[in-house]
């Protein structure tokens, strides 16, 4: 079995601060973990992904994440907010789930707002 | 050129119609998804067919049903339409359907369709 939990719903930065978006997970197996994110009436687009190499991931647009293994985190940073940042942000983790078969679990999302 | 695409984007209807949703992938990608998004912005998987093959299908009533005629092409027909039906539906496919260091399972979503049930 596996979970993802975005430990925030909404988080506040104001223009040219750093943004800290949380992720957790919880997998039996090696998981590989994705950032997403929403922009308002949009579909998702990929931000970054782990996948069992550098645990230091880095994406588009000046986002990076840190897969910690002993902390089961795989948190999104960025040094400095833009206001094209304000977008609904989602965790994701896939692993092998046994018996052959695969498991790809969404967070509920972490909505960030960029205050000018 | 739009890697996932899907039609309509809107679409607005009255309860106990029928309708569908189409999706077609043009990256040749072998697995293909369904998923829809309520209103807090939950994203649910639905079904996902893999070389036109279900591999799976979440807890969904059987009013949805999915049809692959090829592994471009993922349509979800809805039938007896209710008023929860009410969400955006994402399409969605990757190359592979299994987690690995080629992150070969990368998902391309397509811009949704806007269902409303009235």
């Known amino acids: 079995a596996q979970s993802v939990t975005q430990l925030d719903s909404h988080v506040s930065v104001s223009e040219g601060t750093p943004v800290l978006l949380r992720c957790n997970y919880s997998s039996s197996y090696s998981p590989s973990l994705f950032w997403y994110v929403q922009h308002p009436n949009k579909g998702l687009q990929l931000l970054l992904k782990?996948?069992?190499?550098?645990?230091l991931v880095k994406g588009i647009n000046g986002f990076e994440a840190e897969f910690k293994k002993s902390e089961t985190s795989f948190h999104l940073t960025k040094p400095s907010a833009h206001m094209s940042d304000a977008a609904e942000y989602f965790c994701?983790?896939?692993?092998?789930?046994?018996?052959?078969?695969?498991?790809?679990?969404f967070g509920k999302g972490t909505k960030l707002s960029v205050i000018p | 050129d739009t890697a996932v695409s899907q039609t309509p984007k809107y679409l607005v209807t009255q309860m106990g119609n029928d309708k569908s949703i189409k999706c077609e992938q043009n990256l040749g990608h072998d697995t293909m998804y369904w998923y829809k998004q309520d209103s807090k912005k939950f994203l649910k998987i639905m079904f996902s067919?893999?070389?036109?093959?279900?591999?799976i299908n979440e807890t969904v009533p059987n009013r949805f049903s999915p049809k692959s005629p090829d592994k471009a092409h993922l349509n979800l027909h809805i039938n007896s339409l209710e008023l929860g039906d009410s969400a955006v539906y994402f399409c969605?496919?990757?190359?592979?359907?299994?987690?690995?260091?080629?992150?070969?399972?990368?998902?391309?979503f397509g811009a949704g369709s806007r269902l409303t049930v009235l």
């Open positions: 782990y996948t069992s190499a550098a645990t």
């Open positions: 969605a496919s990757s190359q592979v359907w299994s987690p690995g260091s080629s992150g070969a399972n990368v998902l391309t």
């Open positions: 994701v983790v896939t692993s092998y789930s046994g018996a052959g078969s695969y498991q790809l679990t």
């Open positions: 067919y893999n070389n036109k093959e279900l591999i």
